[in-house]
């Protein structure tokens, strides 16, 4: 059974930072490309970044380049996303997501992980 499960996330003032994990079991995420969603209340599910099996391709919207970088460590199934200079803006849940096929723009995942709330107050 594929299980993705977040962790890191939590209430932040304007301008910190936090670093999301993503933990992968029950299938080899090492060879799957691996992502984040986001998505705020009222809102659609939004794009964040993925990265390659292999880390050596990233993939970001350009709305999200500058202040989020992904990266994964394989020896341990995890997924990164560091947060830097959140604002507002940023407050939503943010989703792991494995498997399936990433471009710069869209994302088209396999499988989903629970969500993890990050709120930034201002």
């Known amino acids: 059974q594929v299980q993705l499960v977040e962790s890191g996330g939590g209430l932040v003032q304007a301008g910190g930072s936090l670093r999301l994990s993503c933990r992968a079991s029950g299938f080899t995420s090492d060879r799957h490309t691996m992502g984040w969603f986001r998505q705020a209340p009222g809102k659609e599910r939004d794009f964040v970044a993925a990265?390659?099996?292999?880390?050596?391709?990233?993939y970001l919207p350009d709305s999200m380049k500058g202040r989020f970088t992904i990266s994964r460590d394989n020896a341990k199934n995890t997924v990164y996303l560091q947060m830097n200079s959140l604002n507002p803006e940023d407050t939503a849940v943010y989703y792991c997501?494995?498997?399936?096929?990433?471009?710069?723009?869209?994302?088209?995942?396999?499988?989903w992980g629970q969500g993890t709330q990050v709120t930034v107050s201002s």
């Open positions: 997501a494995a498997g399936g096929i990433a471009g710069t723009s869209r994302y088209n995942p396999a499988y």
């Open positions: 990265i390659s099996w292999n880390g050596g391709i990233t």
